[in-house]
């Protein structure tokens, strides 16, 4: 099986970001480091106790990063489920990007 690579630097840096622009996510770690890619799924809670995801496609590095953000429509009703689908989401984009992804 494949291992994933869990970049924690990274993951601060992206948390640090959203918090800047005023998203409140939790904190824990989710993000997934995918070949070129970093997975970065950022959940929130809404008023009335659901989740919305969205979640960051990140890759490159210096000033030819690029960073794509697919915001999400479903809610969900646990945390969980929503960075489950967060992830899905990114991985079908990157497997449609370039093939199939290579899991480091």
Known sequence: MPRLRV????ASRA??????QGISIDTSTDNLEIGKYLVSPLVKQLQDGHYVASV???????SATHDRVLRLVPRFDNRQAAVRYATDHALAWI??????PTLS
Do not use: K, L, M, P
């Open 7 to 10: 970049d924690r630097g990274a």
């Open 15 to 20: 948390t640090a970001r959203a918090v800047e």
């Open 95 to 100: 497997g449609a990007s370039q093939g199939s």
């Open 56 to 62: 960051s496609i990140r890759s490159g590095r210096g």
